[in-house]
């Protein structure tokens, strides 16, 4: 048996901002029984009550941070079969956000050192650390340059969710924290301290989550900074693709959805009906849905959906945007559903159930992404019969191959550059597939419920490398 100890900042259903927070839920559970992997994590104020209810404490210690020394309490809990560990300290993680914060390098470096001390209290040796983007990045570091003679074995996996976020710090404003006397090359990045770029130096496997955005990070245009040290590294860094819980996003079994359906029923239409209805558009069941369910920031393509909005809104179409995110977006998308009001809805917060709701009644999934390092939400959407259209970068390239409607191969609809003319070319290429030609149309649908992008592969992958690392 094999132990994995996952050290996170998120996971569903405790606490997630993102992504990385659906990988954290479901990676685990979805190893067989060749591994025990549990989860340790903040123990957030936002954790749902109903959840903390269920959580025994094991025990509290003290973390040295600098010249002083923070509580830190220990507390645990089964949930599904999966053992989570929680961090706490209220003065670190008592808040109303989980990021976001002055002090968010002095809170995550805290949680880190509070893992590594936590580990000799926990009724569990784990063989391997398994640590996810900058937020734990200190824990390779400091196994490796700290830790040694208390855990003269133990590994450690880093992977990059995104290599956006870094965690970089005055130097003068951390380094009390990491213990260091001076700044050393491997955490230096312009006279500051990037933790991530310690992580990649330090840790025995850097793996991110899809095989493209491995290569891609080697780029200037993706590595932001640390495609060097990716380059220097590239025989320890390895792209795996996420999966996505397919027993959670099941269109048969949805609670969220009006109506539940099959691939083999036409209800479908029935649930693009009824969000229609919930949206004040025209109840139309020929017309086109294009849908975007996303963070409404710049990585996620909005500027090029913002150039060419007027110019998709000619079509006869749908376009329904469900997200939170900076406020140029969050306000140019309300004025122009306001100015649009039979074709477009533009919904500024965070739902899930109504995410579901969009997903079951679109046709199409537009991601026209500036870079993705896997993207978890075209894979739903295909689980629920809506055809991604998406740019070619990162896992989108991994996971959307350009239909052809003569081999009828493919599963989507791609563009290569990123360029908002692009990407309305091939949006006027979808919808006229879907007007034009039904029966081709259809058969992408069925297509779509047919794919299948559980974690079983990724897991075993995973475990290949657990094993490798561990010498077995
Ligand atoms: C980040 C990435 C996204 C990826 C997710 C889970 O949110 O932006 O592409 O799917 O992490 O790995």
Redesign the pocket.
Known sequence: MLNVLFVASEAYPFAKT???GD?IGALPRAFTKDVDARVIMPLYSTIPKKLRETFKSLGHLYVQMNDKFDYCGIFTCDYEGVIFYFIDNEAFFNRPALYGYFDDGERFIFFCRAVLDAIPYLDFTPDILHCHDWQTAAVPYLLTHQYRMIFPDMKSVFTV??MKYQGVYDFDHINGYLHLGFLPSDLEFYGRINLLKGALYSADLVTT?SPTYAEELKDPYFGEGLEGVIREISDREVGII?GIDESCYDPRTDSALTIPFADSDNKKAENKKALQKHLNLPIREDVPMISMITRLVEQKGLDLVANVIHEILQMDIQLVILGTGDSVYEDLLQSVAYNYPDKMSAIIGFDEPLSRRIYAASDFFLMPSKF?????SQMIAMRYGAIPIVRET??LKDTITCFDSKTKQGNGFCFATYNAHDMLFTIQQAVSLYTETPELFQDLIKKAFNTHSDWTLSANTYLAQYQKLLGE
């Open positions: 993102g992504g990385m990988v969710h995104n989550v996420n993705e390092p896997c993207g978890l990162g896992g």
